[in-house]
Every structure is written in structure tokens, then in C-alpha cells.
């Protein structure tokens, strides 16, 4: 087991796969769905793992991660509290950027776009198909606020399950989030740090490609 004081010499050499021009679709989005099908084909714990990058309106970047939970042509969903610091960032500047990350094939994406509020139908609609303890654990939850210590939270939790029992509704500040696309880079590890960058922009409507430079 390699430990943090081996840093310099941890490395791998990427033999996966490759990404060439002769083989890719013209469109982004199924290119992204064959990536994810073949990662959750290969059971890759949590695929849909994904980190976000937000900025606050002066430029100051902070990333965490969220779990993706749709995506179509029209952007990428994932849920969260709007007043949560990433909340306020979008709010802010609704500019972001997501990255998947699957070691298991040596890929990178990295999706960057604007980012919308989804309909509060849908959200309610995927807030009460969620287990009932999770529910409760968003309800309990001021995201991203300061709290005293744990049992505080964990009361507030006993609290909301006494009062609502099997039907706690959809918080106020709770949703789904749709980031839709400008950018895609598919990046695909390759020996001799040769890697494939496969790049899609959005111009007047339509998707031009190119490579990047590893
Ligand atoms: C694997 C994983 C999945 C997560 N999924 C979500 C999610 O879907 N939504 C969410 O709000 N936070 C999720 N989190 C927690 C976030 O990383 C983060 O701690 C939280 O959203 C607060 O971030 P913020 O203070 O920057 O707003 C997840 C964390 C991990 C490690």
C-alpha cells in the first residue's frame, strides 16, 4: 500500500481504451449515454457520482459532489437545498461545471453549462419517491448552516418523523437543479500520457468537434 509520503512515484500508465475521431457519434449526449451504460454494466459503484463546481458572482470557485439523477438532450438533474452554499453560488452566478471521474476506464467528462431550477412538480415528484428516512434527513437539514452538534440535528429529525409520519412534504428551498450543456470533453487515458481529449462545443445550434492537446 502505497502511503502519502510516495506521492511522486504514484502513477499508472492508462491502457484501457482509446476515443478516436473514426468511432465517436456526432452527438454529445450519446456518446455520454454509451460512457455511463458501460459504466454501470461494469458495476462501478455509483457512476452517477458526479462533482459540481460553482463559483461565487466574483469568480471564487468551490466544488463537492452531487449524485446525478436524470439526464436527456435537454441538460443533467441533480437535487439539492437552494439555499445550500452551492445554492447561493448558482443563484449568484448560474454558471457550473460538472466531472465524472471512472478509474475503472480511465475516462474523464467534463460538462460545463448554465444552470436552471427544474419545475417544482418534478421535484416533488423525486423527493417522494425518495426512501422515507432520506426525506427526513433533507427536511432535518439547513445545508451548508452551522449547527451546535449532532444531537440537535437528530432531535429536529425525531421531531419532523413525529409530526408528519409517512407523508413529510417536499421542503421549500428543496429541487432539482438542470445544468444544460455548452462544452462536453471526453478524455480517455492512454500510455505514455498520450491521452484522448475529444472536445464538443455548442455553435449556432450546432455541436463542432475537435481534439485537444493531452
Ligand atoms: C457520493 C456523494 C453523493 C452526494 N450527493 C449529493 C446530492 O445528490 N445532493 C446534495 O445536495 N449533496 C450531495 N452530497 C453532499 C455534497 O457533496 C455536499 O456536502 C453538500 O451538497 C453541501 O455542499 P455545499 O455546502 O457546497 O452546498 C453528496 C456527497 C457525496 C460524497
Not at 458495476?43 to 446525478?68: D, H, Q, W
Not at 425518495?130 to 433533507?138: D, E, H, I, Q, V
Not at 418523523?161 to 407523508?167: D, F, H, L, W
Not at 417536499?170 to 505514455?192: C, D, H, M, V
Request: proline letters at 5%.
Amino acid at each position: 500500500m502505497q502511503k502519502a509520503n510516495n506521492l511522486k512515484n504514484m502513477r499508472l500508465n492508462y491502457e484501457q481504451g482509446q476515443l478516436l475521431e473514426s468511432n465517436i457519434k456526432m452527438n454529445p449526449f450519446e456518446l455520454f449515454r454509451k460512457w455511463f451504460d458501460q459504466a454501470v454494466e461494469a458495476k462501478i459503484i455509483e457512476p452517477n457520482a458526479m462533482t459540481i463546481a460553482t463559483a461565487t458572482k466574483e469568480g471564487i470557485p468551490s466544488a463537492r459532489v452531487v449524485l446525478l439523477k436524470g439526464f436527456d438532450e435537454t441538460g443533467f438533474v441533480f437535487y439539492t437545498n437552494y439555499h445550500s452554499r452551492k445554492g447561493k453560488e448558482l443563484n449568484d452566478n448560474p454558471f457550473a461545471a460538472i466531472l465524472f471521474w471512472w478509474r475503472e476506464f480511465e475516462r474523464q467528462i467534463r460538462i460545463e453549462g448554465k444552470i436552471e431550477k427544474i419545475s417544482r412538480k418534478e421535484s416533488e415528484e423525486y423527493f417522494n419517491q425518495r426512501p422515507l428516512k432520506s426525506r427526513y434527513g433533507t427536511l432535518a437539514s439547513e445545508q451548508s448552516e452551522i449547527i451546535e452538534n449532532r444531537e440537535v440535528l437528530e432531535k429536529r429529525f425525531a421531531d419532523l418523523e413525529k409530526q408528519y409520519g409517512a407523508n413529510p412534504p417536499t421542503p421549500e428551498n428543496w429541487g432539482g437543479y438542470k445544468l444544460i450543456p455548452a462544452k462536453f470533453e471526453f478524455w480517455q487515458g492512454r500510455t505514455s500520457r498520450l491521452h484522448d481529449r475529444i472536445c464538443y462545443h455548442k455553435e449556432n445550434n450546432n455541436w463542432k468537434i475537435f481534439r485537444l492537446q493531452p
